[in-house]
């Protein structure tokens, strides 16, 4: 039998309020207020998510952010940093002893990601799951799609879509990027490098790392049809039944209040 979970589209939002929407949905399914969630969003002004663990001192170009208008934000989730701009977003909230949930991270990526392999699909983009060689994380690098982890979806061997994952009270949260079009360009310009050499230099090299949902289908494509693609793919690839989930007056003056106390703070944004 089919199970069903929630759905949720927050639309374009800004990038504290999508990190306190999901902060919030884990802690009401830890509570069991709501069932598991699937939910989509998108980002206005465009945001710099960094990794929970991650440095921006003497790494992130906070001039070029504020030039840029990108207005930086820590997330939950470990990683490197992401830049939400032209995208997708994406989250999933599910409890860790749901039965089809694995023990291992690893292992809970490949269940999870099948969502993201059966909307790519479904757009007629042929991609498959990352499979690294070697130790993972190697590289120096701040930039989340340079370097694809396990069960991260590629195509032609370059990263589309990067997720980043955590568990707090019993829940998982998995959270990741699906880009429309990326400005590789605004990108590198956002993170500190030795000489503009160095930066140059990644720079070029990121078009043999990372791919677009636009380059990979090598045609525009709307959010409207990306949103559709990645919502059938989800209940295709988890076997289940999304229902729109309504957001009480109650649970939004909740979001607010984690959105002003946490992710407009700068004690937690800049805390390493």
């Excluded at 820590?74 to 032209?86: C, E, I, K, P």
């Excluded at 590198?188 to 230099?201: A, C, G, Q, S, T």
Aim: aromatic share 10%.
């Amino acid at each position: 039998m089919t199970e069903t979970w929630y759905f949720l589209d927050t639309d374009k939002q800004t990038p504290a309020y999508n990190m306190a929407v999901d902060e919030c949905l884990l802690n009401w399914h830890s509570n069991q207020q709501i069932p598991p969630v699937i939910r989509f969003y998108e980002w206005l002004p465009a945001g710099l998510s960094v990794g929970y663990f991650q440095k921006t001192k003497n790494k992130i170009n906070m001039e070029a952010v504020k030039q840029n208008n990108i207005e930086l934000v820590r997330r939950l989730t470990g990683g490197r940093a992401v830049l939400h701009d032209q995208e997708l977003t994406y989250s999933v909230i599910v409890s860790e002893d749901h039965p089809k949930m694995p023990r291992s991270v690893k292992e809970a990526y490949l269940v999870l990601s099948r969502g993201l392999l059966e909307g790519f699909q479904s757009l007629g983009i042929n991609a498959s799951f990352a499979i690294p060689e070697g130790k993972l994380n190697t590289s120096q690098s701040a930039v989340c799609f340079e370097e694809p982890s396990w069960y991260e979806l590629v195509v032609d061997d370059k990263k589309a879509a990067g997720s980043a994952q955590t568990r707090k009270k019993g829940v998982i949260l998995q959270h990741g990027s699906i880009p429309l079009a990326v400005d590789d360009h605004k990108l590198y310009d956002l993170f500190i490098y030795k000489n503009e050499k160095v930066k140059e230099r990644a720079r070029t090299a990121f078009s043999d790392k990372a791919i677009s949902i636009a380059q990979a289908a090598d045609r525009d494509i709307t959010i409207s049809e990306v949103k559709n693609a990645f919502k059938k793919g989800f209940e295709k690839g988890l076997d289940i039944d999304l229902q729109p989930l309504e957001l009480s007056e109650e649970q939004n003056l909740e979001i607010n209040e984690v959105m002003h106390n946490k992710y407009l703070n700068k004690e937690w944004n800049f805390s390493r």
